[in-house]
């Protein structure tokens, strides 16, 4: 079973940065392809960020291309998303989640989820 706990979100003004971690345990972070999520109130879950477990496979939606990073410590067994540039629509519950599958493709199913941590961009 792995666990996932995520921190790192707060209040922030828009352009402002975060970076957001993802601490796992009961797995080998590096057998995990690893994802971030995010959810608006009001709207679907988002996948936002995800990197592969085989190692240089990522993959980011259109609207955090240039501005967020996804990256991992397998030593730490810690996930990162850092995020810059912050928009008030990036403003949402972010979760952490992890698959065995290799694929980062939206399609996969991710089998183990945080608890999530809001991000709220302020104008």
């Known amino acids: 079973q792995v666990q996932l706990v995520e921190s790192g979100g707060g209040l922030v003004q828009v352009g402002a940065s975060l970076r957001l971690s993802c601490a796992t345990s009961?797995?080998?972070?590096?057998?995990?392809?690893m994802g971030w999520f995010r959810q608006a109130p009001g709207k679907e879950r988002e996948y936002v960020a995800a990197d592969s477990w085989i190692g240089g496979s990522t993959y980011y939606v259109d609207s955090v291309k240039g501005r967020f990073t996804i990256s991992r410590d397998n030593a730490k067994n810690t996930v990162y998303l850092q995020m810059n540039s912050l928009k008030p629509e990036d403003t949402a519950v972010y979760y952490c989640?992890?698959?065995?599958?290799?694929?980062?493709?939206?399609?996969?199913?991710?089998?183990?989820w945080g608890q999530g941590t809001q991000v709220t961009v302020s104008s």
């Open positions: 009961g797995r080998t972070l590096s057998s995990l392809t």
């Open positions: 989640a992890a698959t065995n599958d290799w694929s980062v493709r939206p399609v996969v199913n991710y089998n183990y």
